[in-house]
């Protein structure tokens, strides 16, 4: 089945402790991306990659990292977290970013920063 | 700077209401609309799309149609059913880039 898998699905952590938020896709999609949902203000992309080794900056990078090495895993990295981060974060993926494709989501991944 | 408006929610419809959800956008150059569609506990889904001024997106028994002119691309169905309730986002995807902006959302209930 045609996936996008976030790990793990609830996650609450203390500020400043490094975490990761893994993503994966199953379709050999070249475009990944990540976004956080927060009430009153929507999705907002954080980072996007168009393939390996190629990211680059959505719309509130600031406090994320990523990285893709291979072409189906793109994690999220917050290195020190902070209670502004807490949030509903959705990994995206599509064939090649084009507009003419849909985004494939994950399911979510609720992080709670105390 | 670019970005996606959407009508204020909670919007509450009996069944077999008519659907209405406005949707307006700034942006440079010629972007993409779309309508995404997230049901409780999922991740969203891709509803309808236009890529060029005056093309109309369908599916399931929703359309919208890209309007140029007053920079709109509100979603509409004829008569919803309770399986509709859900958050109903607006997007753009800014041409010649691979940026998504997504409106706030408006989240839809259906009473029977």
């Known amino acids: 089945e045609a996936q996008v898998t976030q790990n793990p699905r609830y996650l609450i952590t203390v500020t400043g402790k490094k975490l990761t938020v893994t993503c994966s896709q199953n379709m050999n999609h070249e475009y990944m991306s990540w976004y956080r949902q927060d009430p009153g203000l929507g999705l907002r992309q954080i980072y996007y990659s168009m393939n390996v080794e190629v990211t680059d900056k959505g719309d509130v990078p600031e406090g994320y990292k990523v990285s893709r090495k291979e072409k189906r895993n793109f994690p999220l990295i917050l290195e020190s977290p902070s209670p502004n981060q807490t949030s509903l974060y959705f990994c995206a993926s599509s064939l090649r970013g084009s507009a003419n494709e849909k985004l494939f989501f994950g399911s979510g991944t609720q992080l709670s920063v105390l | ?112």
């Open chain 2, 1 to 112: 700077g670019d970005s996606v408006t959407q009508m204020e929610g909670p919007v509450t419809l009996s069944e077999e209401a008519f659907l209405t959800i406005n949707c307006t956008y700034t942006a440079t150059g010629y972007p993409s609309l779309f309508w995404y569609v997230q049901y409780p506990g999922e991740g969203l889904q891709l509803l309808l799309k236009a890529t060029k001024a005056d093309d109309k997106g369908s599916n399931k028994g929703f359309e919208a149609t890209y309007r140029k002119e007053t920079t709109s691309f509100h979603l509409e169905k004829g008569s919803v059913q309770v399986s509709d309730s859900a958050v109903y986002f607006c997007a753009l995807m800014l041409s010649g880039t691979y940026k998504y902006i997504f409106g706030t959302g408006t989240r839809l209930k259906v009473l029977a």
